[in-house]
């Protein structure tokens, strides 16, 4: 399976700009996307296939890159963006996930 | 508005079944394709599986062949997920999420369901 890899915490204040990576292990074309999701709720998209922003997601969120590289960033970051962050690809089968990103404000 | 509305938590004892449903609302129930996803606490979330409401047809991640078998109700827009021989490692929260087809990301999600296993 297709391993994706995300870095396990990031903090950050308020109007930064955070970049958050996920690598995976072999090639996924540009079918990555980003999902966002808050404690005891479900996940939520974000980005599509790398960089196409979903409906009604503001545009502070955007992401980029293809293969096996890609970065979702979020500029500038507002006290509501803590949440953790997934990656998932849907090139090679099974889809899989990242284990995800944890997202604090200082 | 779309909405994936799943049944209530489950506690489960080991070697037990627990069949959990997705009602779906606010689209063509038959134009998406529905999958089961699990989550447990600390790990990646795992893709099982997806079905075709129109077709009945499924596609299970291998892992999950045996552990999980998924089924529709189109008279009720509703989707199923049954596990079986429940472990402890089943514990976990299970979403249905929609997709529009294969290589799509998830637009929809449940609020997801706790299957709880243990004696």
């Known amino acids: 399976d297709t391993v994706l890899t995300q870095s396990p915490a990031l903090a950050v204040s308020p109007g930064e700009r955070v970049s958050i990576s996920c690598r995976a292990s072999?090639?996924?074309?540009?079918?990555m996307h980003w999902y966002q999701q808050k404690p005891g709720q479900q996940p939520k998209l974000l980005i599509y296939?790398?960089?196409n922003l979903a409906s009604g997601v503001p545009a502070r969120f955007s992401g980029s890159g293809s293969g096996t590289d890609f970065t979702l960033t979020i500029d500038p970051v507002e006290a509501d963006d803590t949440a953790t962050y997934f990656c998932q690809q849907s090139w090679n089968d099974p889809d899989t996930f990242g284990a995800g990103t944890k997202l604090e404000l200082k | 508005q779309v909405q994936l509305q799943q049944s209530g938590a489950e506690l489960t004892k080991p070697g037990s079944s627990v069949k959990i449903s997705c009602k779906a609302s606010g689209y063509t129930f038959t134009s998406y394709d529905i999958s089961w996803i699990k989550q447990r606490p600390g790990q990646a979330l795992e893709w099982i599986g997806a079905?075709?409401?129109?077709?009945?047809?499924?596609g299970y991640n291998e892992k999950f062949k045996g552990k999980a078998t998924l089924t529709v109700d189109k008279s009720s827009s509703t989707a199923f997920m049954q596990l079986s021989s429940l472990t402890p490692e089943d514990t976990a929260v299970y979403y249905c999420?929609?997709?529009?087809?294969?290589?799509?990301?998830?637009?929809?999600w449940g609020q997801g369901v706790m299957v709880t296993v243990s004696s």
């Open positions: 296939k790398a960089s």
């Open positions: 079905i075709n409401p129109g077709s009945g047809g499924t």
């Open positions: 072999e090639g996924v074309n540009s079918y």
């Open positions: 999420a929609r997709l529009l087809r294969v290589y799509l990301p998830f637009d929809y």
